[in-house]
């Protein structure tokens, strides 16, 4: 019933029975006791026979395994490839290749199994199969592989630079990443000290660190800049750890972790830069500055403190806006504080506002949510406006003045014409009457000074008209004197003069001039109710300057007064204008020149230093 197919079949399974019953005893004892494990199959696939090892390995027994067949012993994917190769051993080749095998199981293991067909009178009979478990090697392999791509993934792609430098600091070994991150080829850097790529500024710094390693601290880290082959610097921030050898505990090698850092220091600077600006901006603000958290004060500015008149910034800390806003505006106060912390700005209104010695000011205020220190608070703007006010009053008072002035010129220009015709008919009548000589000589000097009186407020009426001509110092001075004396003399003053020189030409309109000096002395006047005396001395100064001074033995001034005088309108006197001060220096300056005051309990000394005329002029 056989088919010839099958006849060929058995036939040749009967020469592969005959084989290995004759080669059985030849190597028997390499067949039994390989470690590798050994099976042999007919051309059909078919398992023959097997050795202990492959017994062992897949876990049939002797009888089972004489009824496996190939395609039994290899997962379904494999199966094809198998048969390639069985199909390659049953032409006569000899095929190796690794596949998996499933066990008695359904584990299963690697195995590397080569094919060796097996000829008999000339024809290939059946085939060996020689397995080797390579399960283990290949995992041992796997892992090789996975250490092997950790350190590249390590060394290649990350964002540090791995330098490795020897004891005098010479670089043995650079992670390729250098090349990527500072433009270096490795081999370039290779045997240079490492210090040679540190910021000169930096050197020093970045040599400690690495002295502190080698002297056994664990590892150093710290920040410094290094030159990228481009040239320029690069901030990175290093790792140092020591590698020491495990006999002598010596350190080998320093091995340090380089990381690019110039982003993070970037952000950190510009964020500090922004902080103290910010900070800057508020400390330093024209403008009163308060962070509070609903009535509690959280932040004061320097200006803020002075506003409220507080030397330590604590006493203000320690108290709360009620305390500091007065009790009028307690309410809207608080309206506007619900508006803020709502999250509204409110704009400035003014406020009354307490300083902490109870005296009130007025101030514009305006608030505007903000965060502080991570909560919700706001930011109180308060806007001091005294100095404004005052302004104002001033400007008001100097236009009042200006309407006087005009006046005053209108009344001196109406007086003096009837005065010139007065005078007129007093010099005829004098020639005439001869016994009332000595009034006449009364009348006309006090005529001459109503006359001069009215020129001189002509001259404050017209400050701008500047007529410079050459001058002798002295005898100006002399005429003030004269203009001056009577007055001097019903207020018990003695004015003495001292002149050690008396050529004092200087370049000048002598109205104006005479003017300041006018000032001053009424001012020493003014200042010695009580008589006493004013000197004036006048000095060469230097080469081409004369000093003019005026001193009183009047009451002198405190220390504040004498900071404000020459401030327009400051005064102490109840009729005064507080005026005389601040023209008198304006015109020394439009000369050229200038005024100095000194001043305490003995009197005041006033310095007027002033040009003298250069020859071209005079
Ligand atoms: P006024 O004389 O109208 O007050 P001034 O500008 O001339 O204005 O002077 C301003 C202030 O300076 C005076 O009110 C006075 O307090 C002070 N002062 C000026 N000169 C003297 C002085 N010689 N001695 C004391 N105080 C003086
Ligand atoms: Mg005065």
């Known amino acids: ?140 392999k796997e892992e090789i592989r996975k250490v092997e791509e950790m350190q590249r993934v390590l060394t290649d792609n990350i964002v540090d630079v791995i330098v490795s430098t020897n004891l005098q600091g010479e670089i043995v070994y650079v992670s390729p990443s250098c090349e990527y991150i500072l433009g270096y080829d490795p081999n370039e850097v290779l045997n240079q000290n490492f210090l040679s790529f540190v910021h000169p500024d930096d050197v020093e710094n970045a040599f400690h660190n690495r002295r502190r390693v080698l002297d056994g601290q664990e590892n150093g880290r710290d920040s410094y800049r290094v030159r990228k082959n ?63 958290k609903d009535a509690e004060i959280l932040f004061i500015n320097e200006t803020g403190a002075k506003l409220f008149g507080a030397s330590d910034k604590r006493d203000i800390l320690n108290k709360t806006m009620t305390d500091i806003i007065h009790p009028d505006y307690h309410e809207i106060s608080k309206e506007r504080q619900q508006i803020e912390t709502s999250g509204n700005v409110t704009e400035f209104i003014e406020y009354k506002l307490l300083r902490l010695d109870g005296s009130q000011f007025v101030a514009e205020v305006k608030g505007i949510p903000t965060i502080y220190q991570n909560n919700r608070a706001r930011h109180i703007i308060i806007r001091d406006i005294t100095e404004r006010k005052k302004t104002q009053e001033l400007l008001l008072n100097s236009e009042k003045l200006n309407v006087a002035g005009q006046l005053a010129v209108g009344i001196a220009h109406e007086v003096r014409n009837p005065l010139t015709a007065i005078k007129g008919f007093l010099q005829l009548m004098e020639s005439e009457e001869d016994r009332n000589r000595p009034y006449f000589e009364i009348i006309q000097s006090e005529m001459d000074r109503i006359e001069l009186i009215l020129s001189e407020l002509l001259v404050l009426a ?21 203009l001056i004396d009577t007055q001097a003399i019903i207020n018990g003053i003695q004015i003495e003069t001292r002149y050690n020189y008396h050529n004092f030409i200087i370049n000048c309109d002598p109205n104006q001039l005479k003017q300041v000096f006018i000032n001053i002395l009424k001012n020493a006047i003014e200042a010695m109710p009580e008589g006493g005396k004013i000197t004036i001395e006048v000095k060469q100064y230097g080469f081409n300057m004369v000093k003019v001074f005026f001193q009183d033995t009047g009451k002198g001034m405190p220390q504040e007064i004498l900071k404000r005088v020459g401030e327009p309108f400051f005064t102490t006197k109840e009729d005064g204008t507080g005026l005389g001060v601040m023209i008198s220096k304006q015109i020394i300056e439009n000369h050229g020149g200038t005024l100095n005051i000194w001043s305490d309990k003995q009197g005041t000394l006033i310095e007027v230093i002033l040009p003298k005329a250069s020859k071209r002029l005079h």
């Open 462 to 482: 017209k400050p701008h008209e500047l007529k410079f001509e050459a001058v002798d110092l002295i005898t100006l001075l002399d005429n003030v004197k004269t």
């Open 230 to 292: 481009s040239g320029e610097y690069m901030w990175v921030e290093s790792l140092c750890k020591p590698i020491i050898a495990h006999d002598t505990l010596h350190v080998l090698e320093v091995v340090s972790v380089i990381r690019d850092i110039t982003e993070r220091k970037k952000v950190e600077e510009e964020a500090k830069r922004r902080e103290e600006t910010y900070r800057d901006l508020v400390e330093y603000s024209p403008d009163a500055v308060i962070i509070a």
């Open 1 to 140: 019933m056989n088919s010839p197919v099958e006849a060929i079949k058995s036939e040749k399974r009967m020469l592969l029975l005959k084989y290995l019953k004759e080669n059985h005893r030849r190597y028997e004892t390499l067949f039994s006791c390989n470690e590798d494990s050994i099976f042999v199959l007919d051309i059909e696939g078919h398992v023959i026979q097997s050795n202990p090892a492959f017994l062992q390995l897949t876990g049939f027994s002797p009888v089972e395994a004489d009824k496996l067949k190939l395609q039994f012993l290899f997962p379904i994917d494999h199966i094809n490839k198998v048969f390639h190769h069985f199909s390659n051993a049953v032409l006569g080749r000899f095929p190796n290749f690794d596949t998996k095998i499933i066990t008695k199981i359904g584990q299963v293991l690697d195995l590397n199994i080569s094919f060796i067909p097996i000829c008999e009178d000339d024809q290939i009979v059946g085939v060996s199969a020689v397995g080797k478990d390579i399960t283990e090697l290949k995992r041992k």
